[in-house]
């Protein structure tokens, strides 16, 4: 079959205050095909799918479709030209039903405008019924904000075919789903694909790209590095393209640390509904892994550890004895360290600068008779962005201003300041860019054989075998394999994780 | 991101600090061309006097508003600080202990606040809301619902003392200032304001006790909205029963005037101190103009919507 190009966008240039944005970039998708738009974070691939959906201008370029010119001023002509976006963070409105948040603008009305809610959810499953079993699950009459985010996503896809689009620009589709949901998101994606949808896929997570796509175009540093057929390239050389670089991403394995002191222990931790007697222990100089799907108890069990689940119930000792937890200040004093999930929400304070980030631990050591030590803090500071190979111009920036990866390693030295042995680090490399990733892997590696424990929650198997001397696999709120990592393979932890 | 950019958002901050005290600058040029007496030592003791109470009320305001919360209950306090410092007064009491024990049940109110806000978990503006009302109650109940007239020299001498020359509640607003700006800027306390305030989840992560700031900046709040209470009394000669009605929504003027966010976690006490002048110089200014006082709501409306305005367009604009 010949291949009949859908889009074409030829020289597109961007440049926002003070930076570049994108540099005579051009791009192809063709009817009927997912072509993937991968790169760091910052390398301009969000601003293209912008671009094209109508929500930032560009300086100059030219956007084709089918060959005809266009111009896309807005999202209501990206719209009319059947291109849709799907953005990372699903815009639904969890008050009004399913259906309602499917038609949006064109919810049918009789004469008066009073809404004809039958003709509504009829039309709403008719679209439904195209998609296939993911979508039956899903009730048109349950309101949005009770669905998974799994589901809100099909929602705007739902959406999008309701106004017939022939472009679909997901980006980053599967940063918050759990392994099935992404497999249902794949199967519904190459099931559009057929009928002739050109589907671009923004992402990093090569090995859901290799799985899923046709094409990728890596994008580094605002210009395209280069673009190859799925089928005939492979992680390592995408990789390569989008650092510019060599990078061998977990580094070397590292060394096992023999006879480290056991310095956390937790047995028969249960929390009714999340946990059930969870018990392991984490020593000296050592990275635990934890796997599991999205749910499946770790990042609950990690908030039981610190001090954030009330309901908590079951012995933790630290370096070996045994100690109460009833809030992170008690964690904080044992010295647990967590660097959590929610980087934004959890980890930063984002609208103070670095400094007072990094410092927000250990404000008692700071104090000398009712005054901050200012000069102290600043030596600190100025101490872990060095250590940390922080990227700023100096530690008054706000937190809101650094790129993801120097986020998390803000968060980290915050941890590392208060001098805690073990350390909590759920889903750290979580949105952020594959340079950031290897110096985040190097760091805890770096950690463990420095001494500290740590204790590693990952959904990513590569990243949790390239760094972890042992694995535990949680399955509904169950430890069901606790791993030593030599020669295991991913089929292995899968096998625990999804069924045993 | 460049180092180019981040210079533009410093500088976006300092700018927005920059059209406030612009101005302020405008209408005191304006206001001393338009009235030749505008601009003389006595009247600026005149906006200072005018300006205390709510700059003292402001103070409170602009922690609870770093701090991501709200207090409406400062105007009743204020109102509640005075009655009982009138009553108590006239029961007798030593004047200075009259002081302690209105402070003491101001901050035992605004420790309630918190109590309701941290550990009942009711949203702080409904929590001020509801003792908000039940002070204006107690407010009534303890004046009978009419001035509290107090006929004791010593119960005006904070209001009417000047030292070299200057009015004390003018020197007392200037102290608590640096008061407060030392305590935001090198203590423990005030750095846990902003952290909390910026993100109270990230702080009870790194082991701060969020409870324990917010009740603490709540009781400072009601303790400092009762000592205004205090002051104003002082300077009447008799506890007012009507004043505590815009005091609340005033002092939240006055710091978002000043550039101190509703978000939380953002914000500079002086910047507060200037949103109080410039609603006292607009009140003073108008009067001397001749026109009608009811104006200066007009006028402090449309100021406050145009430097939110100026400061939202700013980061747009980017």
New interface residues.
């Given amino acids: 079959m010949m291949e009949q190009i859908l889009l074409k966008m030829e020289n597109i240039n961007k440049s926002?205050?003070?930076?570049q944005a994108l540099k005579d970039v051009s791009f192809e998708l063709n009817a009927g095909e997912i072509h993937s738009i991968c790169g760091e974070n910052g390398a301009g691939k969000s601003t293209l799918i912008k671009i094209l959906c109508g929500i930032h201008g560009m300086d100059t370029g030219t956007v084709s479709i089918n060959g005809e010119p266009v111009h896309i001023q807005n999202v209501q002509d990206a719209r009319a030209l059947g291109i849709a976006y799907i953005p990372q963070e699903t815009q639904i409105c969890p008050d009004l039903t399913v259906a309602e948040n499917v038609f949006m603008d064109k919810i049918p009305r009789n004469g008066l405008g009073i809404v004809q809610w039958k003709k509504l959810f009829q039309k709403a499953m008719e679209v439904q019924g195209t998609l296939g079993k993911c979508a039956e699950r899903i009730d048109v009459r349950s309101y949005a904000g009770d669905l998974t985010i799994g589901q809100r996503q099909l929602i705007e896809i739902i959406r999008a075919l309701t106004f017939d689009a022939k472009i679909i620009a997901l980006d980053e589709p599967t940063s918050s789903l759990s392994k099935g949901e992404i497999k249902e998101l794949f199967e519904l994606l190459n099931k559009l694909k057929v009928t002739g949808i050109g589907i671009i896929y923004v992402s990093h997570k090569l090995n859901e790209i290799m799985e899923l796509c046709d094409r990728v175009t890596v994008f580094k540093d605002g210009q395209r590095a280069g673009t190859q057929l799925v089928r005939e390239t492979n992680v390592q050389t995408l990789i390569n393209l989008m650092v510019g670089r060599s990078i061998d991403l977990y580094g070397a394995k590292k060394e096992k640390i023999q006879g480290g002191q056991e310095f956390l222990r937790v047995e028969k931790l249960t929390s009714e509904g999340k946990i059930r007697d969870i018990s392991f222990s984490v020593h000296g100089g050592e990275i635990l892994g934890m796997f599991g799907i999205v749910g499946a108890g770790r990042t609950e069990t990690s908030n039981a550890i610190?001090g954030?689940d009330s309901e908590a119930a079951g012995d933790i000792y630290v370096h070996g004895k045994k100690v109460k937890i009833n809030?992170?200040?008690n964690?904080?004093?044992l010295g647990i360290g967590?660097v959590?999930e929610d980087r934004r929400?959890?980890?930063?304070?984002?609208?103070?600068t670095v400094r007072?980030n990094v410092s927000?631990?250990i404000?008692?050591k700071?104090?000398k008779l009712?005054?901050?030590d200012?000069q102290q803090e600043k030596k600190i500071s100025e101490h872990s962005i060095r250590q940390l190979n922080i990227k700023v111009?100096n530690d008054r920036?706000?937190a809101e201003?650094?790129?993801g990866g120097n986020q998390q390693k803000v968060v980290i030295s915050?941890w590392l300041c208060t001098n805690s042995d073990i350390l909590i680090f759920d889903e750290p490399t979580r949105g952020i860019d594959i340079g950031a990733k290897s110096e985040i892997y190097r760091i805890m590696k770096e950690l463990a054989l420095g001494g500290k424990a740590i204790i590693v929650i990952s959904s990513e198997l590569p990243e949790l075998l390239g760094v972890s001397d042992r694995i535990v696999v949680f399955r509904n709120g169950q430890i069901t394999a606790n791993l030593d990592n030599t020669d295991l393979q991913e089929q292995d932890l899968l096998q625990y994780a999804i069924n045993y | 991101m460049s180092g180019k950019a981040l210079t533009n958002i410093f500088n976006k901050r300092a700018a927005s600090l920059i059209v406030v005290i612009s101005v302020l600058a405008l209408m005191i040029i304006v206001f001393s061309i338009l009235s030749p007496y505008f601009l003389q030592i006595n009247n600026f003791y005149s906006i200072g006097l005018t300006i205390a109470v709510l700059g003292i009320l402001t103070i409170g305001q602009s922690l609870c508003l770093i701090l991501g919360g709200f207090d409406l209950s400062v105007g009743y306090m204020l109102a509640l600080g005075g009655v009982i410092n009138a009553r108590l007064t006239l029961a007798g009491i030593p004047y200075i202990l009259t002081i302690v024990i209105t402070l003491a049940i101001g901050a035992f109110g605004g420790f309630l606040n918190g109590i309701i806000i941290t550990k009942l978990r009711v949203n702080a503006f409904i929590a001020t809301l509801g003792t908000m009302t039940i002070f204006h109650g107690l407010v009534f109940i303890l004046s009978n619902g009419s001035a509290v007239m107090v006929n004791r020299e010593d119960f005006t001498w904070i209001g009417s003392t000047r030292l070299g020359g200057i009015p004390l509640p003018i020197i007392i607003l200037v102290i608590l200032y640096a008061l407060f700006y030392l305590i935001l800027k090198y203590t423990i306390l005030g750095r846990k304001i902003y952290l909390v305030g910026g993100n109270a989840d990230a702080s009870k992560i790194s082991g701060i006790n969020t409870d324990n700031i917010t009740i603490a900046v709540f009781t400072l709040s009601s303790l400092l909205a009762a000592f205004g209470g205090i002051v104003f009394a002082s300077r009447v000669g008799a506890a007012q029963v009507t004043v505590g009605s815009t005091y609340a929504l005033d002092s939240v003027t006055a710091a978002l005037l000043g550039g101190i966010a509703l978000s939380g976690g953002k914000g500079n006490i002086f910047g507060a101190l200037l949103g109080v002048f410039i609603m006292g110089v607009l009140q003073n200014g108008l009067i001397m103009l001749n026109i009608m006082p009811y104006y200066q709501y007009i006028a402090t409306g449309i100021v406050l919507i145009l430097a939110i305005m100026s400061q939202t367009l700013r980061k747009k604009g980017s």
């Fill in positions: 926002f205050p003070g930076v610190f954030l809030s992170p200040q964690a904080v004093k967590y959590t929400g959890q980890g930063l304070v984002l609208c103070n007072s927000m631990t404000l008692k700071l104090t009712f005054c901050m200012l111009t920036v706000m201003n650094l790129s915050k």
